[in-house]
């Protein structure tokens, strides 16, 4: 598939997942320390509705959050108390405004005002962050595609400190990330995805991991 049919793909898998999610799990905890599943749900929809905005403007570099970092936050805040109905009707807009804004995209290397990229970049982010804050939901296991690892994993390798030479090792898969002092983790390949994404794995990844940089 292409990035653009995984992203959709993993946003139809989201709305499945939520489907018969009530008002009460929607206000428990996530897996991501501080916010609820409304949190995780509102932060979905909103920027899914932004990245649709880099196409729907294409030519022109707007910002994915009219107002910047503190309108983002305070959009999840406030929309994070949303009931469970009003989360799905707002996935569902803004996975069919994301479908119908890339329809119509005539260049995906036209250049957006999102991380200075292009639109194939706004692509492979919907896409990052479907997959992760699906796991996110902590609504049962998530096992994530080879292809997704990869393009994780790649993405994430930012994170490897300088001098460190990682090597992720999966029966799936086998990653080395950078040069210098070897440190082998071995795990499942979502597992040590999640780990280099900052999330805490569902099952054992062993060897001494290295302390991570900021997420990119």
């Keep these: 598939m292409t990035i653009q049919a995984n992203a959709l793909d993993a946003h139809r898998r989201l709305a499945a997942l939520v489907a018969d999610?009530?008002?009460?799990q929607v206000a428990q905890p996530s897996a991501l320390p501080g916010w609820t599943r409304g949190h995780v749900?509102?932060?979905l929809a909103n920027g899914t509705v932004g990245l649709a905005g880099q196409a729907e403007n294409e030519g022109t570099k707007v910002e994915v959050y009219a107002g910047g970092r503190p309108a983002r936050d305070a959009a999840i805040e406030r929309d994070s108390g949303r009931s469970a109905a009003e989360h799905r009707a707002a996935l569902a807009d803004a996975a069919d405004r994301l479908a119908k804004a890339w329809?119509?995209?005539r260049?995906?290397?036209t250049p957006v005002w999102y991380r200075d990229g292009t639109l194939?970049?706004?692509a492979y982010a919907v896409w990052r962050e479907a997959e992760i804050h699906l796991r996110d939901l902590d609504l049962g296991p998530v096992t994530w595609s080879p292809e997704f690892c990869d393009h994780a994993v790649d993405y994430l390798a930012a994170r490897v400190p300088e001098?460190?030479?990682l090597v992720l090792r999966s029966p799936e898969r086998t990653w080395t990330i950078g040069e210098g002092r070897e440190v082998t983790l071995t795990g499942s390949a979502t597992d040590l995805v999640a780990w280099l994404?900052?999330?805490e794995p569902d099952g054992p990844v062993t060897g001494d991991r290295p302390?991570?940089?900021p997420y990119p």
Excluded: F, P, Q, Y
């Design 41 to 43: 749900l509102a932060h």
């Design 120 to 122: 194939i970049g706004t």
């Design 197 to 199: 994404a900052g999330r």
């Design 211 to 213: 302390e991570l940089l």
């Design 21 to 24: 999610l009530t008002d009460e």
């Design 107 to 109: 260049d995906w290397d």
């Design 163 to 165: 001098g460190t030479r």
């Design 103 to 105: 329809e119509n995209v």
